[in-house]
Every structure is written in C-alpha cells, then in structure tokens.
C-alpha cells in the first residue's frame, strides 16, 4: 500500500461517517415527505408521518434507519406516480390550449379589431345572393394552410374573413352578417 491509498482510505472514512451522522435526520424527513405522498388526507398523512418517524427511531443503526426510511419512499413514490401523471396531464393539455389560442391570437386577423369588418360563414359565399354588393369591393389577400380560413381584404383595408368550418347554422354570429 502506498501513501495515497492510507489518505484516501480515512479519508473516505471520515466522510462516511460524517454522511451517516445526519442519516437518522434525513430519514426522518424523508418519511415526513413519503407519509404525506401516500395520501391525500392530510390528518391521515400526520398520522402516518407520526408512527413511521416512531418506526425509524427504534430501528438500530444510522445506515438501517435510512434505508427504512428509503423503503417508505419508494412505497409513497410509487402510490404518487398515477396522481401526478393524471394532474399532469390535465395541466399539459390546458398549457398547450393556451399557447396554441394565444398563437392563434397573434397570427390572426382579430387582434386588429378596428380593421376588421365581417366575419363570414362559408354558405354565404357558396349562394352568392348575400354577399353581392361586395363583390366588386372585395380582393382576395392570401390563404393560410394552418387554418381553414379564408381571408379577404376589401379596398378600403379592412379584412373579411370567411370562416370555413362554420355555416350559419352553426355559427353564433351569423345573424349579424344578414
């Protein structure tokens, strides 16, 4: 054995120990933390924190009372795990509704109220009869392929969209166009 093993051996040693000093203290909040992920009372979950503390400190040894304390964890991580994938997933899907409405927000005609004039449901434009006295005024300005809307700006810079998907059936503000 050479000079740096002899170091590095009651080095690591000391270190070990040090580690194991605080294990009882970690145990503790690590059941602490696992009684209140096995459920979801919170007067159940002081109840179970209370007698597994009361069960990590009989257990002899520092090391045997953190793995006590890590068995409890995995226990409590694994009764978590469908909680927390469902509430996950309920907050994905509202975070992705909400970017995608405010990109539709930015990249669409409506956040610029004042150059708006109409929005037109489809079978308007299909029958012809409603939308004939602005036909000479209108000039189509480009089709977007991300939605299904067509948008239309009239000589004087507004914009006319033709909402595709609607028809005046199902399209609340179709009466407002008549």
Known sequence: ?????????????LLVNEVTDISPWIARKLVHWSAYRWTTDPATAAGYAEEWAALIDERPGKLLKLLTATRFTLGAAGRAVPRIAKNGTKTARLTSRRIKAR?????SPWNKPREMEMIVPHDLLTKG?????????????????????????TQDGRSLIIHMKATRKRNRFWHRFK
């Open 129 to 153: 009869t409603d939308l004939k006295h602005l036909a000479e005024h209108i000039k189509i300005a480009h089709e977007q392929r991300h939605r299904p809307d067509l948008v239309m700006k």
């Open 1 to 13: 054995m050479n000079r740096w093993e002899i170091i590095l051996g009651i080095v690591l040693g």
């Open 103 to 107: 990109l539709a927000a930015i990249n």
